[in-house]
């Protein structure tokens, strides 16, 4: 009931606002026209027949100079003169002959010459507009007959007479007439522009009102109501414009519907972060036990010298040495996965030689290889270049290379090759051996997971290796992952082959 108030308020407001504007500027319109009239007209009117009075008055004295004033052909001007104008000319010779005559009752307007010629020229009725040496301009009152008059009076260059006469008389009732016309047509410009005005003002209130009921719909998160566009004026436009943002602001709360239960799982995985921190923690401290202890118990021994010969001694240094470094490698390690998580370790794409790199990798293994009699097979002939952080990928290529050295068997054979794709290539790293269990692959890539924790422990290994790599791959916003065969394992990656 109040929203129905309110847009009957808003449809008063709008249509006596419109209308009162149109209506304002028609009366101001009709009343500025009737000033102009009523103040300038006259003043107009008079001052364009006196511009009259002079063309003619030189078109004439133009003939005489050429002495054309008797022919024919200035007949036919003479006439357009007189009658354009509204303009009586008389002209006389020096003899007192007419020469032309605009009027029949020539004696009337003759006697009027003769007046003005040597009667009272410093009459008060006289106002003398122009004058030079050849005519005057005179606006002249007939008392008699309570009439103006513009008369122009003097000589040609031929030296004959001329008199010219316009009456003014007619100006005031244009005037009148002029103002009584502008009347009707203002009233009824008025009672117009009303009737078009509220049409008008309805026709853009009732969209306007139905945005406002759109709106207020919105404002309760319902968004079904849909403006019907009708044309393609402003209105029409933020019509269109509303139900665009009806849709955005529908989109948006879905989004923030959606986001909001991205939250509730965010902070989930939150709860379980800080159960994996502990997690870490508590291997961490696992994996730091054991050396710990090694390196104390064969400390204590040389410090209580239990085996004085220099053989023991030298044992118990090489153990303490070797624990060291592996606690050593493993911080290390934990740091770099610390940076690549976090990410605070800069990522520079470059392009390089993955195959030579590769190569760099595998001679830097050689005496492992050679050690463990294990052959290794790859291409060399291949070139193939990449976008990646060259660095980062030797460590993927050397942890891959290490993880198979460690766990290859049976005909202890690596293989190493490409797999080309449309816009990347896929890096195998193969090696003879056990399967890996099935339930097993997917926690391969966590911290400190362990499949064969014996023989992890065999060659010192931390379980971090490939959570760096999945790291790095991360950061690359590439893919890895492990695949098993018949009859071995293949730990493969991805790297770009082109600049996107």
């Not at 390089?352 to 492992?368: H, K, M, P, R």
Request: proline share 1%; hydrophobic share 40%; glycine share 6%.
């Amino acid at each position: 009931m109040d929203g129905k108030v309110l847009f009957m308020k808003v449809k008063r407001s709008i249509t006596l606002q419109f209308t009162g504007t149109i209506l304002g500027l028609i009366i101001t319109t009709v009343i500025l026209c009737w000033f102009l009239n009523t103040t300038f007209l006259e003043t107009y009117y008079t001052y364009n027949k006196q511009n009259v009075m002079l063309e003619g008055y030189n078109t004439i004295n133009a003939e005489s100079i050429n002495g054309s004033l008797w022919s024919e052909d200035f007949g036919i001007r003479f006439e357009k003169i007189c009658s354009n104008g509204n303009i009586a000319i008389m002209i006389i010779s020096a003899d007192g002959s007419i020469v032309r005559a605009s009027v029949n009752d020539t004696e009337v307007l003759k006697r009027q010459f003769m007046d003005v010629l040597f009667g009272n020229v410093a009459d008060s009725t006289a106002e003398v507009l122009k004058e030079n040496s050849r005519y005057v301009l005179q606006k002249r009152t007939d008392t008699r007959l309570d009439a103006e008059y513009l008369i122009l009076w003097g000589t040609l260059e031929n030296g004959n007479l001329i008199l010219m006469r316009t009456a003014l008389e007619g100006i005031r009732e244009n005037v009148w007439v002029s103002n009584r016309f502008l009347a009707y047509v203002g009233a009824v410009a008025i009672v117009f522009g009303a009737v078009v005005s509220i049409f008008v003002s309805r026709k853009i209130a009732g969209p306007i009102l139905e945005l406002t009921q759109i709106s207020r719909k919105m404002t309760n998160l319902d968004f079904d109501a849909k403006y019907t566009s009708r044309g393609e004026n402003e209105i029409d436009l933020l019509g269109e414009h509303m139900n665009q943002l009806s849709s955005a602001l529908e989109r948006t709360i879905s989004e923030l519907k959606s986001a909001n239960n991205e939250l509730q799982i965010d902070i989930e995985k939150k709860n379980q972060i800080d159960e994996m921190r502990k997690d870490f923690l508590s291997n961490v401290s696992h994996e730091l036990k054991t050396p710990l202890a090694l390196i104390q118990g064969y400390a204590e021994g040389l410090q209580e010298c239990i085996n004085e010969d220099e053989e023991s001694r030298n044992f118990y240094c090489e153990v303490i040495v070797d624990e060291a470094d592996k606690m050593n490698r493993m911080v290390k390690k934990l740091l770099t996965l610390n940076q690549l998580e976090f990410g605070n370790d800069m990522v520079t794409m470059e392009r390089f030689d993955l195959t030579e790199l590769i190569q760099g990798v595998i001679l830097s293994a050689s005496i492992l290889l050679k050690q463990n009699e294990i052959s290794l097979t790859f291409n060399t002939d291949i070139l193939m270049y990449v976008w990646a952080d060259e660095f980062k990928v030797e460590e993927v290529v050397t942890n891959y290379l290490s993880n198979a050295i460690h766990h290859v068997d049976f005909e202890k054979r690596i293989d190493i090759k490409y797999t080309q794709f449309e816009d990347c290539v896929r890096v195998s790293v193969f090696n003879t051996g056990k399967n890996i269990p099935s339930e097993d692959i997917d926690s391969i890539w966590i911290k400190f997971y362990k499949v064969d924790k014996a023989r992890t422990r065999e060659y010192g290994g931390s379980g971090i290796g490939l959570s760096i790599v999945k790291a790095i791959m991360d950061s690359f916003h590439r893919e890895c992952g492990v695949i098993n065969h018949a009859d071995g394992v293949e730990f493969w990656f991805e790297l770009d082959t082109k600049n996107n």
